[in-house]
């Protein structure tokens, strides 16, 4: 984790287009656990919370128990591909050895995450 702890005032400097931020959406997953970071409030996760966190709303969302079967599959996803995916747009650091995400604060990403979370979240019950 490279970069100081943003400040309140102080959002990402990285310019995401629209492009970008759409095409990081596209994936349910990767989506999910956008949903997960950007409502964090001190910008920080363990990677095994995240993993529930992607697992419990993958299962809610499918209607189904969640198993040890699906829980380990979301870890490995996330661990071989979405975080590092996050990471190259600078939108998270992921520390594996001590298993810690932070997100960066990104204005535009988190107004499409609050749009999309919101069509297919809240609207789906």
């Known amino acids: 984790m490279t970069r100081p702890k943003p400040t309140e005032s102080s959002i990402i400097e990285t310019t995401l287009s629209l492009d970008t931020v759409l095409e990081l ?3 349910q997953r990767r989506r999910f656990a956008l949903y997960a970071v950007v409502d964090l409030t001190d910008d920080l996760i363990e990677f095994e919370m995240l993993i529930e966190e992607v697992a419990t709303l ?3 969302c499918a ?3 969640l198993t040890r079967e699906q829980y380990q599959d979301v870890a ?4 071989h591909w979405h ?10 650091d992921f520390d594996t050895r001590d298993e810690l995400v932070r997100y960066w604060p990104h ?6 995450v609050a749009r999309v979370r919101q069509d297919e979240l809240v609207h789906r019950e």
């Open 63 to 65: 209607q189904t128990a």
């Open 83 to 92: 975080l590092p995916v996050l990471a190259d747009v600078e939108l998270i």
């Open 25 to 27: 959406l596209a994936n």
């Open 58 to 60: 993958e299962a809610a």
């Open 107 to 112: 204005h535009v990403l988190e107004t499409w």
């Open 76 to 79: 490995a996803d996330l661990y």
